[in-house]
């Protein structure tokens, strides 16, 4: 049992390149989120989902998509990479609205 | 605005000694709290969790306290390990019927040191 799983763990882009990070779970959960965290902040909600096929905005969406084709996806997509991009965004999935967040290792993005 | 604060941000003490780490909340309507450790370079990890009628829950030598009616938790680490050293996020959950209700605070960084 894998839990959250998230690819790549490291990456450099340059400005103005685009990429996609892949969040996977084996838990069946249906919510899923994406955040950042930087250093001195809390984690702050990028993008989440409710289930499959539905998307929401969270604290900090800009310059941010989601999609969640299948249940146990969650892919987040920086279209042009800004150097305020450069974070560590963790992806975390729960059962319920209330339930306990299982979290991803992490993948350290720095933009140049 | 929903907020939560934590303290102290860091933290040294010695191997074996106990400590305790600190969570004040403004989160209305309150829902439930939980206590993280979050690993260096890895992603957080749930220790406890407490409901509004709850006022104390233990996960081996991790102690948590809840006092909703000052709108504070504590988290007391008994007989630290160096394995302890991590940061220590507090979060809050509002039950606001939004699944964006979790309340995150920047955490206590503890270091053990032996």
């Known amino acids: 049992n894998a839990g959250v799983t998230q690819t790549p763990k490291f990456r450099v882009l340059k400005t103005g390149q685009s990429m996609t990070l892949l969040c996977a779970q084996d838990m069946n959960h249906e919510y899923m989120y994406w955040y950042r965290q930087d250093p001195g902040m809390g984690l702050r909600l990028i993008h989440y989902s409710v289930g499959e096929g539905t998307t929401a905005k969270g604290e900090v969406p800009d310059g941010y998509n989601v999609s969640r084709l299948k249940k146990q996806n969650f892919l987040l997509g920086l279209e042009s990479a800004a150097p305020s991009q450069t974070s560590v965004y963790f992806c975390?999935?729960?059962?319920?609205?209330?339930?306990?967040?299982?979290f991803g290792q992490g993948t350290r993005l720095t933009v140049v | 605005k929903n907020q939560v604060e934590q303290s102290p941000q860091s933290l040294i003490i010695l191997e074996g000694k106990n400590c305790t780490l600190q969570?004040?909340?403004?989160?209305?309507?309150?829902?439930?709290l939980r206590w993280y450790k979050q690993d260096t370079g890895r992603g957080p990890v749930s220790l406890t969790i407490?409901?509004?009628?709850?006022n104390t829950k233990s996960n081996g030598r991790y102690t948590a306290t809840l006092d909703a009616d000052t709108k504070q938790s504590s988290l007391h680490i008994t007989a630290s390990q160096l394995s302890d050293s991590a940061s220590y996020i507090c979060?809050?959950?509002?039950?606001?019927?939004?699944?964006?209700?979790?309340?995150f605070g920047k955490g206590t960084h503890l270091i053990i040191q032996p």
């Open positions: 407490m409901t509004f009628s709850e």
């Open positions: 975390a999935s729960t059962q319920g609205m209330f339930s306990e967040a299982f």
């Open positions: 969570c004040n909340y403004t989160v209305s309507p309150f829902s439930n």
């Open positions: 979060v809050v959950s509002a039950s606001r019927g939004g699944a964006d209700g979790l309340t």
